[in-house]
């Protein structure tokens, strides 16, 4: 009767430790594309309420395929400039090294923002006058954070 009790707990921690372990990397996995890739076109929460066509859809596809691919180099310099920031922490920081890193990551991350608002403004004019309002919404309640706090921005 002991060993039925022990191998049922034994059984059952073991299924919650998968579980927790399948978790962790799913979650872990995911972070790390968002974080190489950017977030994901195809499953956005823009798009969802957008209502697109085949014909926008493959345009919009294509220009934010073309914005990863002219931003890829800006993103490994920024994340190679926090590394760099980051090796800082370690022992005596020089500050007059952490602000000019700090200053290089502004500037890349303008860069950075500058490719994203000129993408929005392409993706703008593929979309027709209801959707290009959707749109512009939801774009500036991203950029205001509205959505992200959960409040809404007033008009």
Request: net charge positive; with cysteine; hydrophobic share 40%.
């Amino acid at each position: 009767m002991k060993r039925k009790i022990f191998a049922i707990i034994l059984i059952i921690s073991l299924g919650i430790n998968a579980g927790v372990f399948a978790s962790f990397a799913y979650h872990r996995m995911r972070e790390k594309r968002y974080c190489e890739q950017g977030p994901s076109w195809r499953h956005s929460y823009i798009r969802r309420h957008l209502n697109l066509n085949k014909k926008q859809v493959e345009e919009i596809e294509t220009a934010c395929e073309n914005m990863l691919q002219k931003t890829q180099p800006a993103r490994e310099q920024i994340k190679k400039k926090r590394e760099e920031l980051a090796l800082l922490l370690d022992g005596d920081a020089d500050k007059q090294k952490a602000k000019a890193l700090i200053r290089e990551l502004s500037e890349l991350q303008a860069e950075l923002e500058l490719h994203i608002f000129e993408n929005a403004k392409l993706i703008s004019q593929i979309l027709t006058p209801e959707q290009r309002k959707i749109f512009h919404d939801l774009y500036e309640n991203r950029l205001c954070g509205a959505r992200m706090m959960g409040m809404k921005t007033a008009k």
